[in-house]
Structure formats: structure tokens, C-alpha cells
């Protein structure tokens, strides 16, 4: 417990507890690197074998929907964090007004629950150089026609609210095709559309920050997605150099600008004629972010816990050329720990497994390479992960 | 559970549980990498407090006096491997007769165990450039006597088996000093007597060897011990390059002559007029790689994990000179997890602490720091040490 009744002190102070809403990898790597500042992570987990809690991270059980659930995770703790978007933004609300620490504060961390509101207050900053794609609030059908109508066919429908590994994420290209996605009445779903952008590039800059204002960022990442998920990366993104300090610098602005704290994942779109969009924002460790493990000197798990407890931050310079391939759950696949030896014998190979049960298209790990060339660490990286997802 | 009855395969398997005997900071270190790996750390501990149980691992309490605890730590998992040396070599004979897999292999183990006969084994092996300080067996005080008489006063007085952090450790300056150390009958403690060596430096080789015979090496450190205990080291040492050449030859030669697996640490002296001598092995993770989980990419206790399991070992390459300071307990100093925000202000300070209550002279945690060159890394880490320390 520190100075002011929660225990968090932005002068630096002594931390205990650190609370993270989530129990899965991102988690479960913060916990690794808690370990060694003497941290305790504490994680609201479905079950003793959610990732986190299987390597050891303190558990408490409940949904991130209850505040009364939310609360037994915050009480006591220095700050409460967030490994998912899944949680309630009133109840974050509600947790700062009985005072615990929420970090990132609600407000900032709406923008990365909320596509449609960030795209607005992103817009409303006036950051030079910041642009987003053209989009829309869909309430029904007729609203992605209308948006069609005036951007042309394809568009890209979303839901407003998480879509974490790309679901909720739809192509659509016809009038015809519309109400498969978009429901006439009613619907769960909160959904945008917007321009689909023809792209050349998709970046990533992840960009830790304290509340005293201090910042540092990653050098940029390229990522490659496939139906919406984030399936492989590599530092540095193949982008001219002037366009990776374009999109370092937008990405700081905003992240200053939203008054936003721990690591934050802003991903951008690099259209064909080299145009930065951005695109979306998330207020936690990130996919990015995985080759810091042993591309960086401090991986973005420390850095989290450093920012979030207002703590110093650590260096960040890109020590190798890297590449990140994410171990998929593959239909006719099986456990990745069964391949782990196999996996190591390409030389050079990091694996992280995450310790969930196998399930087709889930993340079930990762495996980072440094090279001499992101190329050679990519091809790498890709054989060990493609020997990991084998049956 | 592998091929052979109790999972540990050589040809690279997969593996479920790595047992091991301790539970203090290298387990609590080793835990961390085997997450990676989805790889469950079983411990042999005293209580929930210890620090690799704090940090997640899977505790079996007990103690490793006791064969009755041992084998319920050993059973179902894939392989059995240390932390400390205060296992009787006795028991781990009698786990490989009831087929559990023991790596190291309980001869080798010995040679970690009773400084003396690690003496006579590694002279007798002929090894090209090793040689090792005189010594003989003490059984009463005037072996020591006879001993100085023939190789000059001061001389060491060492116990035979562990010494861990230099307890047990005596620089006797006369034939009157003598009996305060050794009894003149009886006493528990078995002792050796060595000739006091002039050093010019100290130096350790951390090598990982598997079972196959595949072995690495990482760059040759410069420790300091003081009053036995490993307080900070440097990587590389700073010795000419043909020494440190001439050390790791040696180190890779000794532990493939004992048929060691896993992690070896090779400690020698370099004396005044240059010659290398051979004072001790350790066949654990030890004090001497803790900078390795920054200035290699594979760190010693990913590589121990690899090496025990049979897995391909990872690279070993240095990133950077470095640096690694302990934090240990001072008189009227407190516990560190108070003082981390203050460490971490310290330019490029990585802190590790171990989860320990604090306590004079016990080693607590330590911090490492990457920089353009040892003496910069060096002055940087104690900085940042000593502010973890204070009160």
C-alpha cells in the first residue's frame, strides 16, 4: 500500500499488487516479467487454467461484467490494468470514483473499446499528419448502402465493440450482401462501416507511457493479418524510414493527446499511395509488441507494469532485425507443446507457448527470430511456427 | 510422459514437468523461462514463501535429505534436475536405479558436490591446460599444518562439500589459526586444505551441454566474490582474448570429460603470472549467467531447461558488454521491492528480485545493465544496487 490509500504512487513508489482484468497470454507474459520486479499480478480468471493463472499469476474468479467482481480484483491493489476490452467502461468509471486506480483512466481507454467514438475524437485532435479512414455509424441495412452509395463498393462493416482476432470484422461488397451482416431491428451488436482501403502496408508502433507524461516508443512493426487476426510481424516494418518516423510520430501525439497510460498498440494502415491511416487503438500489451521479448531490451510486458505503477521506463532501441509468427490452432493440428524440441531446432527459434488447449483458430503461441535480415527471421520464425501447429 | 516409461526423451520429445531439487531464486528464474516453453517447474520446497513458489511454480514440499520426498518430487515428471547442491548423491543413484531420469547424471553431480574429489577426477582426466591449486584431504589440524609447511601460510581451508555464497570458506594465516576452523576430532563438516593463490582475476565459462553431446558456450565472465560470495561480474571478463579462449577450452573440455548435463558453471582463477586454474564447478544455473537473460538471447535457464529436456540449446552470442551486480542484505538496509522504482531510474537498470525476506548478507535479488562498455554497465548496476539495498 503506498501514500494515498490505494497504494499507487506516480512518484514512484513501492508496489505490491498490480490487477489485470483478464486471465490469458497477455497476461500470463505480464505475470512472467512481474516476477522479476517482485510484483504480484493478480488476474480476474475464468478458471485454474486460464494461461496466467497456470504460470502462477494470482487468481481471482468472476467476469469482467461484474463490478462486484471487478472490485475483490481492485481492492488492494497499487492499479488496476486491463489484458482485454471486454469490461464494462462504467464499471471502470465506477472503480476510479471509490477510488482505485484505473490505468489507462477510462476516458482513454473508451477509444479502444469504442472504434466508432475513437475515429471522432481522434479526428476532433488535429494532430498533423493524423488521418482515418472515411466511416460511419450503421443503426440499420441502409445505412452501409447509403455509405456505399457515396464511397463505393467494397466496404468494410464492423462491430464498434472489440474484435479481437478479427472477429466482427466484414467485407462486404453488395447491397445483396448487407443483411447477412447487419440485422434489420435489434441485434447485439453495435456496428460502423467504413472505406475499404486499398493497402500497401499494415503497421504497428507500440508506445509505452506514464502518467507523469514520459513516453517511449518501439521502432514500428509491420504485421500481416489474415481474416482480421494478426498472424505474423516483423521490426522493422519494410516502410521508408520517413514514413515509419510519420507514423512514430502520429502515434505519440495521440497517445499524448488522449492522455492514455501503459503500453499502447496504434495500428495504421499505409495505402497504396503512402498515405498513414489510422486505424485502430489498443490500450494493453499487444501481438505488436511480442518481438520486445528478446527484440528489445525491455520487453512491452515491463514496460506495462512500469507504466502503469509510474514507474521509469526502460530502453527500447531494436537490438536485431526480427520477426514474430503466431502458432494457430489449425484444423487437423494439434498441441504445440508436443512440438516444442522440434520447433527449437530451427536455429535462432523463441517459442512461447501460452498453455491453452488446442482449438482451430486460436492463438496458441508465438515464435520471434532475430536475424540479420527481417526476411531470414521471417522464414525462420515461420517453419518453427508451422512445425509447432502440426499435428 | 515420453517414450521410455517416464517421458524424457533424448531425441527431443515432448516434455510435460521438469523436477527440481530447491526452490529458491534459480528455480524461481528457471520457472520463468519454462513458461515459455509450457513446460511445468516442480519444486522441492520448504514452504509457500520460497521464491520459486511465490513466482508459480509447482511445489512438492519436503526436503532433499529425505529419498521419500525426492521421489514423490521425481515421479511422472520427465526429468530431475537441481538447483542446489545439498542433495545426497546417494539418493539421485537411487532415483536413476528406480528409473527416474537424473541430469545431471549423479557422477557428474559429485564433482559439484565434494570439491576434492572433483580435484583428483578433473587432474587425472589430462585435460591439455588445466591444472588446479594444490589441495589435499584434511582429517585433523595438523593436516593443515603439513600442508602450509610444504606449499607456504596462508592456505585455504575449504569445506569438501557445498559452499554456497562462501560459507565455509577460510583463508587460516597460521598453525595457531588452524583449530578455530578444524576440530581436532570429529565435527560434520569434511574439510580440504588448497594453497592460497595470488589472482590476478576470476573468471567463470557457463556452458549448457545435453546429453547428445551437443554443448555451447557463453562469453567468459569477470567475477568478484567478496568474502566467498559472488557480489558482480562483467561479461566479457576482462582478460586478454587468447585467456579467455584458453578458459572456455578448458570448461568445454572438462564438462564434456564428465559427461555433465544441463548447465555448467566452470569458476577459475587467473593467477598473477597469467596461468588458468580450475577452483570449482557448479552444475545448476548459477550466479555467473544471471546476465545472460539480457546480453544473450537465450538466457541459462531457457538453456538448462533445453539441455536437461534433450532439446536443441539455444544461441548464446553476446548482444552487449554488461554487467550484473547482486543486491544483497545490509545491515540496516530493507527490503528492495521498496526501493524498485528508485533502481529503475537508473539508465537501462533490468531489476530481478527474488521474492526473498530480507536478511544480512542474503542475496536478494540483481541487476543487470547493458552499455557501450563494461565499466560504464558496471558502474551503472551498482548505482542501482546499492539504491535497492538502502533502507
Given at each position: 500500500m503506498g501514500s494515498d490509500g490505494h497504494g499507487h504512487r506516480d512518484d514512484g513508489g513501492p508496489a505490491g499488487v498490480v490487477a489485470m482484468v483478464g486471465a490469458g497470454q497477455l497476461a500470463r507474459m505480464t505475470h512472467q516479467a512481474a516476477v522479476d520486479y517482485g510484483v504480484t499480478l493478480r488476474v480476474l480468471a475464468?478458471?485454474?487454467?486460464d494461461p496466467a493463472v497456470v504460470a502462477g499469476a494470482e487468481p481471482v474468479y468472476?467476469?469482467?461484467?461484474?463490478l462486484d467482481d471487478l472490485t475483490v480484483l481492485a481492492d488492494g491493489a497499487d492499479v488496476l490494468t486491463m489484458?482485454?476490452?471486454?469490461?464494462?467502461n462504467d464499471h471502470l468509471v465506477a472503480l476510479e470514483r471509490s477510488g482505485h486506480h484505473v490505468r489507462p483512466g477510462p476516458a482513454a481507454f473508451r477509444l479502444s473499446q469504442d472504434k466508432l467514438a475513437a475515429r471522432s475524437v481522434l479526428e476532433a485532435l488535429?494532430?498533423?499528419g493524423l488521418a482515418v479512414p472515411a466511416h460511419a455509424e450503421v443503426c440499420r441495412p441502409k445505412d452501409v448502402v447509403a455509405f456505399a452509395e457515396a464511397h463505393g463498393w467494397p466496404v468494410v462493416v464492423k462491430a464498434r465493440g472489440s474484435a479481437y482476432d478479427?472477429?466482427?470484422v466484414h467485407v462486404v461488397t453488395s447491397p445483396d450482401a448487407v443483411a447477412a451482416v447487419v440485422p434489420e431491428e435489434g441485434g447485439d451488436i453495435a456496428w460502423m462501416v467504413e472505406e475499404h482501403v486499398e493497402l500497401a502496408a499494415e503497421v504497428a508502433v507500440v508506445v509505452a507511457r506514464r502518467s507523469s507524461g514520459d513516453m517511449v516508443a518501439y521502432p514500428v512493426v509491420g504485421t500481416r493479418q489474415e481474416d482480421g487476426m494478426c498472424v505474423e510481424l516483423v521490426?522493422?516494418?519494410?516502410?521508408p524510414d520517413e514514413l515509419a518516423r510519420g507514423a512514430t510520430g502520429i502515434a505519440t501525439s495521440v497517445v499524448e493527446a488522449v492522455d492514455a497510460t501503459g503500453i499502447v498498440a496504434v495500428e495504421l494502415f499505409v495505402t497504396a499511395d503512402g498515405t498513414l491511416l489510422l486505424n485502430e487503438l489498443a490500450m494493453r500489451p499487444h501481438n505488436s509488441g511480442h518481438?520486445?521479448?528478446?527484440?528489445?531490451?525491455?520487453?512491452q510486458f515491463h514496460n506495462h507494469l512500469r507504466a502503469v505503477l509510474g514507474w521509469p521506463l526502460g530502453p527500447t532501441d531494436q537490438r536485431s532485425p526480427a520477426a514474430t509468427v503466431n502458432v494457430i490452432g489449425r484444423s487437423g493440428g494439434g498441441d504445440p507443446r508436443r512440438r516444442v524440441a522440434d520447433a527449437l531446432g530451427v536455429p535462432g527459434a523463441h517459442v512461447h507457448l501460452y498453455g491453452k488447449g488446442w482449438r482451430?483458430?486460436?492463438?496458441?503461441g508465438h515464435v520471434t527470430v532475430l536475424a540479420e535480415t527481417t526476411e531470414d527471421a521471417l522464414e525462420r520464425a515461420r517453419v518453427a511456427a508451422r512445425l509447432l501447429e502440426e499435428a
Open positions: 475464468h478458471g485454474a487454467d468472476g467476469t469482467a461484467t461484474s489484458d482485454h476490452e471486454l469490461v464494462p488535429g494532430i498533423e478479427g472477429r466482427g521490426q522493422p516494418a519494410p516502410i518481438v520486445t521479448i528478446e527484440a528489445s531490451e525491455t520487453s482451430p483458430g486460436r492463438k496458441l
